[in-house]
């Protein structure tokens, strides 16, 4: 049994305190940059003593900024929603059926993973030219699912894979049909997963400035990065102090999602680990 | 399990060639439904032309600073009572790219603003319409300045049209070399060391000049200071010409600079105007906008004549030509537009003097009719006519019209910054330029 000395101890201690200010140095200066007055930006000092909340007011006071937010919640929520659906089916599909061609197809859904997104664009925007979705939001949602369902597909198939197949042929010798099977025995049991896949997804969703910024032009369907983009950096001059503002405003949703869920997102993601 | 292995692969090459295969098919039957009625249209009204609804796209109707202006473009020609013009915009460090994705569809578009480090990509993708066609050249060569038509000519057709063309040239701090004793900017480059090593020793943190030293901007800030010293980077023949003493003598002038503490690492042209508003750089490489990006960045209004001011360029020694680097913005028509003389007659009104002389008393761009550059609201504006001096010895940077310009710029670049921070001498440096831009090339 591998015991912990007190030279383990430390030493763990100061590993994570390293690893913590490399991971949130750049957060700390977002929110340092933030609270300083424009005309300090590029000064390397903190804001004590000098703290503004000038920046954050100006955010507040922006319909502009709201509205994104507005767009990029109403995309990101439904997006996520649709994909943890499809994936909540998709998973249990691969891992409760046997069919013809079912490892094929787990293997290319596991292989979509590998393309680049920024390949994809041109393909998609085409598509969605094709179907008469280009401008619409439903361009948006249903790139953000297609992007989120191989993830989610594989997560979720390795939280059905735990659930032992004796539940399905308990149920059904009580006379339970495939839809009582489904929702009320086995999706139950798959919500942790789904949660994971869920916080994916609207992750993935609220950050996208690509695909936003190319399947949107109409400036009131604008999502929260374009929308960023767009008021703070210029052609010749970048608001940094603003945008710092307004970044971590709009990570804030975002942040407190795992501040509550995020037992369910380790959950998710490691379920299937570890055999038995 | 052999064949499920391999029909897997299949697949996932299918799904590989189907991406690719969709990129291509928004192209089919564009050249033929884009082709204009009718070559040299100059003389149609805007009455003459039927309607058409028109999509303008760019970045600065999306821009805080701009946006009004465009708007008022806009608006004061849909007020004429013909075609009506949208506006569709993206940030700019991402317009070239949507750019190239809407011409791969059917979106419509018909009218783009372009800077000129985008123009060259997108003149040799075959989808710009020749203005020559549009508007006739005996029109664009009697009415606009031809040093800015230059800018928009590729092969000898006029592929974009210059909307504000100017220099990228030096500013410097007037009040900052006043406290060194330098009432005048410097003319020579014998002067202008003097000036940053009294600058230095004035204030030792102060950077004294902040030249670009990293991105793209250092590449378009170290050409006009290859021209300076007697060097280019590509010959008459479009051949690598960057072998020779010019350019290890400016490397050696940068690592001087360097490290006598007058320029610095890691500063872009965004970074410089921030800390030239700060008072913390008494030169940089900036274009004729800088007194607005000045006054944005905290100067007040009236104090900008103290803190920034136009300078030409330092010469190697009297008498030599000061360098800069043209600069500007140009409007394009595609080929797949639908209203292409509608488009260029669009473009009439942008470029016109009324419109043009507003656009400079809001932005500080300068016009290019030539009506517009003799009017008195040019001539008798001591910042604008300053620019339109040092615009007339305007070079185009040397690979503004490459179709890999961008990956050009990022050996020059990679090259310099080697140099800069002592992991190959200049003549390394140089050799090792010569021989990837030459690669580059093909």
């Known amino acids: 049994m591998f015991e912990k000395t007190r030279g383990f101890k430390i030493f763990t201690a100061i590993f994570a305190v390293l690893i913590g200010i490399f991971v949130f140095f750049p957060l700390l200066w977002m929110i340092n940059t933030a609270l300083k007055p424009a005309a300090d930006t590029f000064k390397i000092n903190l804001f004590f003593g000098n703290a503004t909340l000038q920046n954050f007011v100006k955010v507040f006071h922006s319909p502009d900024i709201l509205r994104y937010m507005g767009n990029s919640l109403f995309v990101s ?200 | 399990m052999k064949a499920k292995k391999i029909a897997t692969l299949i697949l ?71 075609s009506q013009v949208k506006w569709v915009g993206w940030p700019y460090a991402d317009t070239q790219q949507q750019l190239v994705i809407r011409n791969q569809g059917s979106e419509a578009l018909d009218v783009a603003q372009v800077d000129i480090s985008m123009f060259g990509a997108l003149s040799q993708m075959d989808i710009l319409a020749d203005m020559n066609d549009l508007m006739g050249k005996d029109y664009l060569t009697k009415n606009y300045d031809s040093a800015a038509l230059t800018v928009g000519q590729v092969d000898g057709k006029q592929l974009g049209m210059p909307w504000s063309i100017a220099s990228i040239g030096m500013v410097y701090n007037p009040s900052l070399l006043a406290k060194v004793g330098y009432k005048n900017p410097p003319k020579t480059i014998a002067e202008f060391e003097d000036c940053m090593k009294k600058l230095k020793a004035y204030d030792k943190d102060i950077i004294p000049y902040g030249v670009a030293t990293k991105e793209v901007t250092m590449a378009s800030d170290f050409q006009p200071w290859l021209w300076t010293f007697g060097g280019s980077l590509l010959g008459k023949d479009g051949k690598v010409a960057i072998k020779g003493d010019a350019a290890v003598k400016v490397l050696d002038w940068y690592k001087d600079l360097k490290k006598k503490g007058y320029i610095q690492m890691n500063i872009t042209r965004f970074d410089a105007r921030q800390m030239f508003a ?145 992991q190959k001498t200049s003549s390394e440096a140089v050799d090792s330029l010569d021989q990837r831009l030459t690669s580059a090339l093909g």
């Open chain 2, 278 to 422: 700060q008072g913390k750089i008494a030169f940089y490489d900036d274009a004729i906008a800088s007194r607005g990006v000045a006054k944005s960045n905290g100067i007040a209004e009236a104090d900008l004549s103290n803190k920034i001011k136009p300078m030409e360029r330092p010469v190697l020694k009297e008498g030599d030509t000061p360098q800069s680097a043209m600069w500007g913005h140009l409007l394009v028509v595609f080929k797949k537009s639908q209203h292409q003389k509608q488009a260029a007659d669009f473009i009439k009104h942008v470029v016109s003097e009324e419109q043009s002389l507003k656009y400079l008393k809001s932005n500080d761009m300068l016009p290019v009719l030539k009506t517009a550059l003799a009017n008195d609201a040019v001539k008798n504006n001591e910042w604008d006519s300053a620019w339109a001096d040092i615009t007339k010895n305007g070079k185009t940077l040397e690979f503004v019209k490459k179709s890999n310009g961008a990956e050009l710029n990022n050996i020059l670049v990679e090259e310099i910054q080697s140099a800069l921070l002592d």
């Open chain 2, 12 to 82: 996932a090459c299918a799904m590989a060639l189907s991406a690719t295969a969709c990129g291509n098919s928004g192209n089919a039957g564009s050249a033929a439904e884009s082709a204009p009625s009718s070559g040299g249209a100059s003389g149609a009204s805007s009455a003459a032309l039927e309607k058409a609804d028109l999509v303008w796209a760019g970045w600065s109707g999306e821009e805080d600073s701009t946006k009004a202006a465009i708007k008022e473009i806009i608006d004061s020609y849909n007020a004429k009572g013909g």
């Open chain 1, 77 to 276: 929520l439904i997006s996520c929603f649709a994909a943890t659906l499809v994936s909540m089916f998709a998973g249990f599909s691969f891992s409760k059926f046997h069919y013809v061609g079912r490892k094929t197809f787990m293997s290319t859904v596991m292989m979509a993973q590998a393309f680049p997104q920024a390949i994809l664009l041109l393909t998609l925007y085409l598509m969605m030219q094709k179907m008469r979705l280009d401008g619409s939001y439903m361009a948006l949602i249903l790139s953000y699912v297609a992007f989120t369902l191989p993830v989610g597909t594989w997560t979720l198939k390795a939280y059905f894979d735990q659930l032992p197949d004796a539940l399905i042929e308990s149920a059904k010798i009580d006379g339970a049909g495939w839809p009582r099977i489904i929702f009320q025995i086995l999706f139950p049991l798959a919500i942790p997963g789904a949660i994971s896949i869920a916080i994916y997804g609207f992750v993935w969703s609220w950050n996208d400035l690509l695909y936003s910024l190319t399947l949107i032009t109409d400036a009131s369907r604008r999502t929260l990065a374009p929308g960023l983009v767009m008021k703070y950096m210029g052609e010749f001059n970048s608001n940094w102090a603003e945008m710092m503002a307004a970044s971590v405003v709009v990570s804030a949703p975002v942040v407190l999602i795992f501040a509550f869920l995020q037992k369910y997102f380790i959950a998710g993601l490691t379920a299937g680990a570890v055999k038995g």
